[in-house]
């Protein structure tokens, strides 16, 4: 059974930090490439980040520079680094599986996700 269980998200002023992280299904994270998504209020969801199983990367133009991606494989979790965050960073943030790097997410189902806010 798929199962993603974000955590990790906060009020932050801009120009702070946080870190993500999201706890995978075994049995699809040692198949799949995973995804940071993020969802604002009015806009849809959108790809942040995403890495595969050989850690090979690939950011979002509006967060290339700030964010940073990684997994352990051996703890099924993956996570997003974010630093010099900014206000239009503001949303609902969630991880999902993927194909292949800037592929669409795997599967329909989505995890709570977890709220990042940017606000000083």
């Known amino acids: 059974q798929v199962q993603f269980v974000e955590s990790g998200g906060g009020l932050v002023q801009p120009g702070g930090s946080l870190r993500l992280s999201c706890a995978a299904s075994g049995s699809i994270f040692s198949i799949y490439a995973m995804g940071w998504f993020r969802q604002a209020p009015g806009k849809q969801r959108e790809l942040v980040a995403a890495i595969t199983r050989f850690h090979s990367t690939n950011y979002g133009d509006s967060v290339n520079g700030r964010f940073t991606i990684s997994r352990d494989n051996a703890k099924n979790t993956v996570y997003l680094q974010m630093n010099s965050l900014k206000p239009e960073d503001t949303a609902v943030y969630y991880c999902?599986?993927?194909?292949?790097?800037?592929?669409?997410?795997?599967?329909?189902?989505w995890g709570q996700g977890t709220q990042v806010t940017v606000s000083s």
């Open positions: 999902n599986a993927l194909r292949s790097l800037g592929d669409s997410p795997l599967y329909d189902y």
